[in-house]
């Protein structure tokens, strides 16, 4: 990718605030960008090459957006806790294993999607993030819900297509907790706690292709009380 090519893009940033650059071989993210931290809002370098970010992300500090999708970075910089702003950070189909402790300071997150990533444990230390709408894990490598998930704010956490064979109970405790996606992965019907039928606000909960089928769920305590809220959100799903 030629300076020049960068240059025409970065003057039209400049006037919009946006800056998109995608699919162009980029190997690193683009220094002279460093010029526009004042007043760049959405940034996205998708269907790159790039390996990691600078540091100096942390200087945008004007930034809402931050896109990163199918890119080669296996990790990402604690310096991403200074953007204050940030409100859509997508980091999809990358080779990220786990994410910076300073990720919880991002206070106005409202969606961080880590799809198909190499993320084997549920990350912590998410709960501080108390604008987060969605949580999008799915296609990753996760084998257990654990308790500290009661403390997420999100009304949507997506984990389709890990290996969880284990749920916390804690889960139900989620105070915001509408949609809870579960599919393609190593589930019993025995794993499903019953707290999340009969004492959570999930409205929505998605276990197609597990090791169970669905419609065994009718078994279980608290299905009719799921089934209740399911009935009177399902306008939202459709």
Sequence with gaps: MGNSAIKSHLETSQKTGVFQLTGKGLQEFPEELQRLTANLRTVDVSNNKIEELPASIG?????????????????LPSDLSKLRKLETLSVNLNQ????????????????????GNQIREFPPGLGTLRMLDLLDLSKNHIRVVPAVVSALQAIEINLNQNQISEVSPDVSLCPRLKVLRLEENCLELTSIPLSILNQSQVSLLSLEGNLFQVKRMRELEGYDQYMERFTANKKKFS
């Design 96 to 115: 990220l294993q786990q994410l910076p402790p300073s990720l919880g300071q991002l206070r106005a997150l409202r969606t961080l999607n880590l799809a």
């Design 59 to 75: 200087n945008f500090l004007q930034l809402k957006s931050l896109t990163l999708n199918s890119n080669k970075l296996a990790s």
